[in-house]
């Protein structure tokens, strides 16, 4: 039986099998992790980087054998490729960017899936385990983010509470506030926030500013 499937496959059907087969554990191993934590590309999508990492480099060591091409050429192809799968897990959630560490996981993934099909097993398997171990384990110990801002409006407590609308809907606490009149008839908002999640003080900024009654906007020193 063996016998026949390898004069009908070649002699490399059986290494073509335990090159998918292992990426799909090591890959699925990943997704597991991303999945359980509801990310956009989950156990499904990286099986599917792995296989198709592995198929590239396994089409191009049999180009290489056929023609004598750049068996390098199609895995070549793939990272570019990996990009836009990548890019589609990348989300704005209002100020916020999240899915970086996911697009990077697909990456990751798609290089083991290399070394799987070149025969790097060792390397694949160590990668693998590593790349877990940062998704899993590796977290910053504050990840809380601050914004100060000085905000000169018409008027102050009308705007602080389109500000605080403003903030609250893109996850930004307000930690203190304080508003004093001005000699030129407006009124100074101070305020400081912070946020669970990283902040993109530009986004912030102009949003803000595009709010009725804003008529300038200071970062300050936190």
Known sequence: MI???????????FWVIFKIVLISILSGFIGLERESLSKPAGIRTHILVGISAVLATICGEYVNELSGGDMGRIPSQLLPS?????????????????G??????????????????????????????VVYITLKF???????????????????????EKIE?????????????????????????KLTGESDEKINNNAVIGAIMKL??????????K
């Open 3 to 13: 016998e026949a499937l390898q004069e009908v496959f070649g002699s490399d059907f």
């Open 82 to 98: 990996i990009g836009f799968i990548g890019a589609g897990t990348i989300l704005r959630d209002g100020f916020n960017v999240k």
């Open 100 to 129: 970086l560490t996911t697009a990077a996981s697909l990456l990751a993934i798609a290089c083991i899936g290399l070394c799987v099909g070149t025969g790097m097993y060792y390397g694949a398997i160590i990668a693998t385990v």
């Open 138 to 160: 590796v977290t910053v110990p504050n990840n809380t983010v601050d914004i100060s801002l000085y905000v000169e409006a018409e008027n102050g407590n009308e705007t602080f």
């Open 165 to 189: 609308k403003l903030l609250s809907k893109n996850n930004i606490n307000i930690k203190t506030i304080s508003i004093e009149s001005l000699k030129n008839g407006k009124e100074m908002i």
């Open 212 to 221: 009725d009654g804003v008529n300038k906007i200071t970062e300050t020193e």
